[in-house]
């Protein structure tokens, strides 16, 4: 990683961890479920998966957890590690459309498919993986989950799900966004 890789990451994990609600207190509590929080710390991993490599994101990902797990672990001392993979899976989706769609070329098409790609299958991915991590984890007594019935688990299940793919929806075409604007500004 080049200098210019390296601060520009470091800059995007700053404003990550200052952005994360348990840090900044900037969050906005789903309408439909108060204990899970819009917020828009992860804008900047995408920007910086997009912006500067995967291996980026993955490393500002992994920061904003230890930062979480040793300050603000919220309810569940294990919370944050649930976020880190519901992070990783809207990643995964990241890069594999990065594989599969391929950028030839800048123009407004391309970028809209792109940023429609990625966000599908972030958010199929996400979805995916935290309706399994929630159903088998909720039902674990604490630190683990909450010990919560089967039933109430599969309860909850469509509201995680909403809140999963919302998050995707806004902070991918957003992180597209800024990382647009910033590539046009600086090389890295």
Do not use: C
């Amino acid at each position: 990683m080049n200098t210019k890789a390296l601060a520009t990451t470091i800059v995007f994990a700053a404003l990550t961890v200052a952005l994360n609600p348990g840090v900044s207190g900037i969050g906005v509590p789903a309408p439909y479920a108060p204990y899970l929080i819009y917020g828009l710390w992860e804008i900047p991993i995408v920007a910086a998966f997009l912006l500067i490599s995967p291996a980026s994101a993955i490393i500002i990902t992994l920061l904003n957890s230890v930062v979480l797990f040793a300050f603000f672990p919220g309810p569940l001392p294990t919370g944050p590690f649930y976020n880190l993979i519901a992070v990783f899976s809207t990643l995964l989706g990241l890069f594999i459309a990065k594989i599969f769609i391929k950028r030839e070329s800048a123009d407004r098409q391309t970028v809209i498919k792109i940023t429609t790609g990625s966000t599908i299958l972030g958010i199929v991915l996400r979805v995916a993986v935290m309706t399994l991590v929630n159903y088998i984890t909720l039902q674990q007594p604490y630190p683990i989950g909450f010990e919560l019935e089967e039933i109430a688990v599969i309860a909850s299940l469509p509201l995680t799900a909403l809140f999963n793919a919302t998050v995707v929806l806004y902070t991918i075409p957003i992180g597209e966004f800024i990382a647009h604007v910033i590539k046009d500004r600086i090389k890295l």
